[in-house]
């Protein structure tokens, strides 16, 4: 090949999985993982994670290696990717989270980490005030952060806050330092797989509903009590489910919202990438014979 890795990128549902997989199979390389819902090991069927089977056809990395309860990060993500590329010749990366594909051909920003202690103190003063005090609060601190924030970005407020309390410099300011990107040095073919709207509409709500007749709420079940602040809490359909076990919503309105909450995250994911990846190479083919035969030619 020409290039030393490939990026694939697209919305949920659009079938790049199934891309990644057949081009491994071709090139004889190594899927790895560029989704942050899917690093979750209790959670396959909700994160829509390649098959016991799909892994056994070509070798898949960085898949469900995090315990849901874990704070997983872009920054570890980046770790970890770098550790893929010294044992992976040809690394295919796939997935719809825009920051991880950032962390691989940008860098992140060489922001601190936060120590627990610091992240039990803010998150205690966010659930004393509440998230209108606490924002108000946070935006005398920083304001030039809290500018492009929400009060009821409470993930993105908790961060920078975290991020404020423990070395004084607004996320803002760190957030402008280059960090190095993963594949510094690497030939790089970007691709996102893009395919028409309405289909995609079709395909979210088929997979909603295999999810479900699949085990998705014996998933969430075994899944547990989770703390709504951690990332995995945020997977499409953890919510609803866990809802509809504690008797609050019947079993067809959680794929009403499964479905729902699918195309509202499709629809951002699509508005990131053509904000941020106008410049990779687009396809909107929904065959993956078609999609591999224009891929093929910007790797030789």
Not at 59 to 68: C, S
Not at 92 to 116: E, H, K, M, N, R
Not at 187 to 192: G, H, L, N, Q, W
């Amino acid at each position: 090949m020409s290039v030393d890795a490939v990026l694939i990128a697209g919305p949920t549902a659009s079938g790049k999985s199934a891309v990644a997989l057949a081009l491994a199979e071709r090139l004889q390389g190594t899927v790895v993982n560029a989704d942050s819902m899917q690093v979750y090991a209790e959670l396959r069927l909700l994160t829509a994670r390649p098959s016991v089977a799909d892994e056994a056809r070509a070798p898949h990395r960085l898949y469900g290696h995090v315990p849901a309860h874990d704070h997983y990060s872009v920054g570890r993500y980046s770790t970890d990717a770098a550790k893929i590329l010294k044992t992976t010749s040809t690394p295919i990366f796939t997935g719809g989270t825009g920051l991880y594909f950032g962390a691989l051909i940008d860098g992140l920003s060489p922001v601190p980490p936060v120590s627990p202690d610091t992240r039990t103190r803010v998150r205690a003063r966010f659930d004393a005030l509440g998230a209108e005090a606490f924002f108000a609060e946070f935006t005398a601190c920083d304001p030039e952060s809290a500018a492009a924030l929400h009060a009821s970005d409470t993930q993105r407020v908790l961060r920078a806050a975290e991020v404020w309390d423990e070395t004084g410099v607004s996320l803002k300011r760190w957030q402008q330092t280059a960090g190095e990107p993963v594949l510094k040095a690497e030939r790089i073919a970007r691709f996102v797989i893009a395919p028409p709207r309405a289909l995609l509409l079709k395909r979210i709500e088929a997979r909603a509903r295999v999810m479900l007749e699949q085990g998705a709420l014996e998933e969430v079940r075994a899944l547990g009590e989770i703390d709504r602040k951690l990332p995995a809490a945020r997977a499409l359909g953890v919510a609803a489910l866990q809802e509809h076990l504690a008797g609050k919503i019947p079993p067809e309105a959680v794929e009403e919202r499964l479905i729902l909450e699918t195309r509202q995250y499709a629809k951002r994911q699509m508005t990131w990438f053509r904000g941020r990846m106008a410049d990779w190479i687009w396809i909107e083919n929904s065959d993956i014979g078609n999609i591999i035969s224009t891929i093929m030619p910007y790797l030789s």
